[in-house]
């Protein structure tokens, strides 16, 4: 079986968030699970949902403050084991090519 999940865990304060995003990322080593940071949210891969489950509870626990929103999305496959990057070479083969775009250098 194979879980993917993908949560963002949102500080709602002024300023930057980036100490925030570190804690709740440095409280996912402590589970046996994959992730990866994106710019916007991250993405985990398990074995069990629950492992999930109770990583994504460390990561939201791990930020202090008055006010924390967190969301996720799990991917429950039962009979199938499939990982992130299956699913992302999946799409590069229908493309033919990386399914990733740098902007130019004059882009804004």
């Known amino acids: 079986m194979t879980v993917i999940a993908r949560f963002e ?3 709602v304060h002024e300023g930057s ?3 925030d995003i570190a804690q ?3 409280a996912l080593d402590d589970f046996d699970i994959s992730y990866e940071m994106t710019a916007t949210d991250t993405v985990i891969e398990a074995n ?3 492992e999930v489950f109770d990583a ?3 990561a939201h ?3 202090e403050g ?4 967190s969301s996720l999305e799990v991917d429950e496959q039962g009979e199938r084991n499939q990982h992130v990057e299956d699913r992302v070479e ?3 083969s229908v493309l033919g090519r990386d399914p990733k775009r740098e902007r130019g250098p004059d882009a804004s």
Request: proline share 4%; net charge negative; aromatic share 0%.
């Open 9 to 11: 865990v949102i500080p």
């Open 17 to 19: 968030l980036s100490q």
């Open 24 to 26: 709740a990322i440095e």
């Open 48 to 50: 069990d949902v629950n």
């Open 56 to 58: 994504v509870k460390a």
């Open 61 to 63: 626990d791990a930020v």
């Open 66 to 69: 008055d006010r924390i929103i």
């Open 90 to 92: 999946s799409v590069a």
